[in-house]
């Protein structure tokens, strides 16, 4: 149990942490808050292409074995119609806020979700996840770092009055998005059409980028047929498949005068049809 002066040191720690302009006051007033900064609070944590950053060196690296374990963990819960993919990609990527996500690891933050849909989903109790937990903790005590736990349910469940989706079944020997082939009616843009990005408001959740919202480019391909994002995130197993495209911007078009570059460079993206509009030619 932590001690009071380790309570301190914890709580020393949470205050530097700030995921506020440092010239807006905490909960302020409405008037408080300008235009911009409403806009950059509701920015989905996960979208931060385009964002400044300093140089820094991606490279790869093994898995370890607990992130190996979570990532057959959530495709198993996804195999079992418990959720999709793109749920797992809301709870674990943008419900946690920025702080979370981006000073978690990576499998920290699938792992994180796994608990929450599982209790919102009312298959566990907050109290049974909380308590399995701190029993896998004790069972921790002692060990060398690094060490495995043996696997120690407490008993086998009948997984037969479970709730579970439908797509599980439907794309099973298929394959996503090939389960949604010819749901979506014609396309409405062909290879070589120019388009746009549309601004739309970006509340809760999306995949189209914010750095791309706007522009202006050229269709490269038409890639699949698929319910939006923002629509399979919320467990909608009704939602209607749309197109999703090949968008190929040009570097120039989406920086201006910052990218130093060719003119010729290009960058392309997957964009779903709600988000394009028509633009000149």
Same mark, same amino acid.
């Given at each position: 149990?932590?001690?009071?002066?380790? +309570?301190?040191?914890?709580?020393?720690?949470? &205050?530097?942490?700030?995921?506020?302009?440092?010239?807006?006051?905490?909960?302020?007033?409405?008037?408080?808050?300008?235009?911009?900064?409403?806009?950059? $609070?509701?920015? =989905?944590?996960?979208?931060?292409?385009?964002?400044?950053?300093?140089?820094?060196?991606? #490279? =790869?690296?093994?898995?370890?074995?607990?992130?190996?374990?979570?990532?057959?963990?959530?495709?198993?819960?996804? !195999?079992?119609?418990?959720?999709?993919?793109?749920?797992?990609?809301?709870?674990? =990527?943008?419900?946690?806020?920025?702080?979370?996500?981006?000073?978690?690891?990576?499998?920290? +933050?699938?792992?994180?979700?796994?608990? /929450?849909?599982?209790?919102?989903?009312?298959?566990?109790? !907050?109290?049974?996840?909380?308590?399995?937990?701190?029993?896998? *903790? *004790? @069972?921790?005590?002692?060990?060398?770092?690094?060490?495995?736990?043996?696997? #120690?349910?407490?008993?086998?469940?009948?997984?037969?009055?479970?709730?579970? =989706?439908?797509?599980?079944?439907?794309?099973?020997?298929?394959?996503?998005?090939?389960? %949604?082939?010819?749901?979506?009616?014609?396309?409405? %843009? #062909?290879?070589?059409?120019?388009?746009?990005? +549309?601004?739309?408001?970006?509340?809760?959740?999306? /995949?189209?980028?914010?750095?791309?919202?706007?522009?202006?480019?050229?269709?490269?391909?038409?890639?699949?047929? &698929?319910?939006?994002?923002?629509?399979?995130?919320?467990?909608?197993?009704?939602?209607?498949?749309?197109?999703?495209?090949?968008?190929?911007?040009? *570097?120039?078009?989406?920086?201006?005068?910052? $990218?130093?570059? &060719?003119?010729?460079?290009?960058?392309?993206?997957?964009?779903?049809? @709600?988000?394009?509009?028509?633009?000149?030619?």
């Amino acid at each position: 149990m932590p001690t009071a002066e380790e +309570r301190i040191r914890r709580l020393a720690l949470l &205050s530097r942490l700030q995921a506020t302009f440092p010239e807006d006051p905490e909960w302020p007033f409405a008037d408080q808050v300008t235009v911009d900064h409403f806009w950059a $609070y509701l920015k =989905n944590a996960h979208d931060v292409g385009g964002e400044l950053d300093v140089p820094a060196v991606y #490279a =790869n690296k093994e898995e370890e074995h607990w992130e190996l374990m979570t990532y057959v963990l959530c495709e198993v819960l996804g !195999w079992q119609g418990i959720w999709v993919s793109e749920e797992r990609r809301r709870l674990a =990527n943008v419900d946690v806020g920025r702080s979370i996500y981006l000073g978690w690891p990576y499998y920290s +933050r699938w792992l994180w979700s796994v608990g /929450r849909v599982l209790i919102e989903k009312k298959y566990i109790t !907050w109290g049974e996840f909380t308590d399995r937990l701190a029993e896998v *903790q *004790q @069972r921790y005590a002692g060990l060398p770092v690094g060490s495995h736990l043996d696997a #120690a349910p407490r008993f086998a469940g009948d997984g037969s009055q479970v709730v579970r =989706n439908k797509h599980h079944r439907h794309a099973q020997g298929i394959g996503d998005p090939q389960v %949604f082939t010819g749901r979506a009616g014609p396309a409405r %843009f #062909a290879v070589g059409d120019p388009v746009v990005v +549309r601004d739309l408001p970006a509340m809760y959740y999306t /995949r189209t980028p914010e750095y791309v919202r706007g522009a202006a480019g050229v269709i490269a391909d038409l890639a699949y047929e &698929s319910p939006a994002p923002e629509d399979e995130t919320w467990a909608d197993e009704d939602a209607t498949p749309e197109w999703f495209y090949i968008v190929r911007f040009r *570097q120039t078009e989406l920086w201006g005068e910052t $990218y130093t570059g &060719s003119d010729h460079d290009t960058l392309q993206t997957e964009i779903p049809e @709600r988000w394009l509009a028509a633009a000149d030619r």
